[in-house]
């Protein structure tokens, strides 16, 4: 396109008003723009369904050992609800073949070095501890705060992570917490990856927020969790 | 650059060649130094983002020479910013589609691909006022530049910070990974390395064309 050759704040004459060439492409670029992001919206959003889908299955599986089907219950103050009461929160039981309840992952999200990480924990109601968790979203630093994600030293504070009850049953006897790396002393601390602390203290956060609200939820209506293996397999209660 | 304004430039095989050694948009222009130092701690974050970055620039390259004739040139940055946007969702899309792990691994770089001045450069300087086939191209071979550089970056932070390749392990067990190569310092570092690499040839090869010159003279 050959310049005009105008100097600025002397438009030549052309015989449209430069304003409404300016209106006209902006509207048409932004119209074909929106059209653009229209379409591939519609042809990748089944694509990043079934992606959320299959992370979030592999990861309800991969946090509760042993567990073969899933089915999705919301747990409140009031027990087992359905699904979409907006009084409870959404968990995912798991169970095993024979049907027998072998945990329960939640979701649980803190604030971290960038962002919330987000992510989703198993809790094991017979040695009311936490049995693995899987990080499902988050924007640490590559290289540092993401290794809570995948770091086998870290990932091994969740194996037995002690999330027991105090004698009142209505909060957990130890609060879950991150301590400096090498100095995980008991059962409920979490040892953080050294060169990452603020993330690993936000896993732990986010367990520990969750767990307190959870976990004596989960211990009171166990037997209607339990009871919630008839309600259907893998798919769950859709 | 090497390009006058208002000139068409005709096809040659310099058009795509320029954007990988003359005018390299990180090594030779410096643009983009966001992306550049930001996700290129892992060599497959790197080429994710190269090729990525390649899209959108080749992308819009191509549309904005297409109806370069149709945009006045007072709403000129304002439409290549839409154009850009809307390709860059297009990538944010169709990345999560391919893959939810990468796409958290690239975290809000893909957006930011909007505010990247390699596109955004090469839409005023080239796109603008050349033709389609040369601007496609140029623009390719721009890309090719850009992801070139990245994982010149990508691949020595992440064997000395990580000790491995695209996550395979390459270095001795016993190599203890120099942990600030991952971290934004080594960026800078490596960057560094690379640019004064990348200087000393171009300076040794201008010289030693001048000492050639000045022999066929005196000869």
Redesign the interface.
């Known amino acids: 396109m050959s310049t005009p050759t105008s100097t600025p704040g002397h438009p030549t004459a052309t015989p449209q008003t430069p304003g409404f060439r300016m209106i006209r492409t902006l509207g048409g670029i932004a119209m074909l723009a929106g059209l653009l992001v229209v379409v591939v919206f519609q042809w990748t959003a089944p694509y990043i369904a079934e992606n959320q889908r299959i992370a979030i299955e592999k990861a309800v599986f991969q946090v509760v050992p042993g567990a073969s089907q899933r089915v999705d219950v919301v747990l409140g103050e009031a027990g087992v609800l359905a699904v979409g009461d907006a009084a409870g929160e959404t968990v995912y039981a798991a169970f095993d073949d024979q049907g027998e309840l072998r945990g329960l992952a939640v979701a649980a999200g803190a604030q971290g070095y960038q962002d919330i990480v987000k992510l989703l924990y198993g809790y094991d109601p017979s040695c009311q501890c936490v049995r693995g968790i899987k990080i499902l979203k988050m924007t640490e630093t590559p290289g540092l705060g993401d290794k809570v994600a995948f770091d086998p030293a870290f990932l091994d504070n969740f194996v037995a992570l002690d999330a027991s009850l105090n004698p009142a049953g209505d909060a957990l006897a130890n609060p879950i917490k991150a301590v400096k790396h090498g100095h995980k002393q008991h059962d409920w601390e979490v040892d953080a990856i050294s060169g990452a602390t603020i993330s690993s203290v936000a896993v732990a956060n986010a367990i520990d927020r969750s767990m307190q609200r959870m976990a004596p939820l989960i211990q009171r209506h166990l037997a209607a969790l339990r009871d919630t293996a008839a309600l259907g397999n893998s798919g769950g209660v859709e | 650059m090497a390009t006058l ?2 000139q068409q430039e005709k096809l040659s095989l310099d058009t795509f060649l320029r954007g990988l050694w003359e005018e390299n948009p990180v090594f030779v222009m410096l643009l983009g130094m966001c992306p550049v130092l930001a ?1 290129t ?2 060599t497959m ?1 790197a080429i994710a983002m190269g090729l990525a970055t390649t899209f959108v620039l080749v992308a819009s390259s191509t549309l904005i020479s297409l ?9 000129r940055i ?2 290549y910013i ?2 850009i ?3 860059v ?2 990538v944010d ?2 990345i ?2 391919i ?2 792990d990468l796409y ?2 690239l ?2 770089f893909i957006q930011l691909i909007v505010a990247n001045c390699v596109i955004l450069g090469r839409a005023e300087a080239y796109a ?2 050349q033709r389609l086939h040369t601007t496609f191209i140029n623009s390719l071979g721009m890309g090719a530049g850009f992801t070139l550089a990245l994982l010149a970056l990508g691949t020595v932070r992440e064997v000395l ?2 000790g491995t390749l695209l996550g395979l392990q390459v270095m001795p067990t016993n190599f203890e990974p120099w ?1 600030v190569m ?2 934004p310092p080594g960026g800078f570092f490596v960057l560094g390395a690379w640019l004064l690499l990348f200087a000393y040839v171009r300076r040794r090869r201008e010289l030693r064309l001048l000492e050639q010159e000045g022999a066929s003279g005196a000869a």
């Open positions: 304004p208002n996700v701690n892992s974050n109806i370069r004739k149709l945009i006045p040139k007072q709403v304002a439409s839409v154009i946007a809307s390709f969702t297009v899309y169709v999560q589609a893959s939810l958290n691994a975290g809000a603008s006022k910070g990580n942990v991952i971290l």
